[in-house]
Structures are given as structure tokens and as C-alpha cells.
């Protein structure tokens, strides 16, 4: 089991910048891959990137590659998203999941944190 803590959302200027960090608890997290994902309202849930237990598979949505750059910490079991250049179409929830092995499917995660919420202004 593993429990998944996400923080560091906030409201934000277009150009700004944040960085999101996911902590876990529970064993064995380094074991596991973890993918961000965000959902504005009105629609689905969408995948933004993805990285491996060992971190040598780094996966980006087209919309937030160049812009995004995830990594983990495994002695800490937290994974961070740094956000740059912002824009109004990023404002969602952003959630954390884990998963053994990388995925860019929402129905393949077995585990979510509750989600912050990012919100860029124009």
C-alpha cells in the first residue's frame, strides 16, 4: 500500500513558475513509477508525465514538454514536477499516482493522492 501526499500548487501568473512535490509513505515506494496527471474543470483527466523507480524513463504530455521537468528523490519517496512558463491552460487539479512500471494511462494507476490545485491567470 502506498499513500501519496501531493503539494506546492497556488496561484500563478502566466510565465510564472512552481514546483509540485509528491510524497509517499508506505513501503517500498523506490520500487514503484509515478505519473502526474491533471484534470481542469469540465474535463477528463489527462496524463503530463511520467517517470521510472530509477528515473531512466521520462515520459512528457506534447502540451508540457520543454516546460515540465519531473524527478524523484527516493531516499526522501518524493517525486517533484518543476513547472515553468505557465500558461491558462494549465490551471487544474494535479494529482500524483504510482504504479509498477511507467504509464501514461489514468486506469492503470493503483494509487492517487487528493490533489493540488494549480491556477495560472492571464
Known amino acids: 500500500q502506498v499513500q501519496l501526499v501531493e503539494s506546492g500548487g497556488g496561484l500563478v501568473q502566466a510565465g510564472g513558475s512552481l514546483r509540485l512535490s509528491c510524497v509517499a509513505s508506505g513501503r517500498a515506494f523506490g520500487a514503484y513509477a509515478v505519473g502526474w496527471f491533471r484534470q481542469a474543470p469540465g474535463k477528463e483527466r489527462e496524463f503530463v508525465s511520467s517517470?521510472?523507480?530509477?528515473?531512466?524513463?521520462?515520459d512528457y504530455a506534447y502540451s508540457v514538454k520543454d516546460r515540465f521537468t519531473v524527478t524523484r528523490d527516493n531516499a526522501k519517496n518524493t517525486v517533484f514536477l518543476q513547472m515553468k512558463d505557465l500558461r491558462p491552460e494549465d490551471t487544474a487539479i494535479y494529482y500524483c499516482?504510482?504504479?509498477?512500471?511507467?504509464?501514461?494511462?489514468?486506469?492503470?494507476?493503483?494509487?492517487w493522492g487528493q490533489g493540488t490545485q494549480v491556477t495560472v491567470s492571464s
Open positions: 517517470i521510472s523507480w530509477s528515473a531512466a524513463l521520462i
Open positions: 499516482a504510482a504504479r509498477f512500471g511507467p504509464s501514461r494511462e489514468v486506469s492503470e494507476y493503483s494509487y
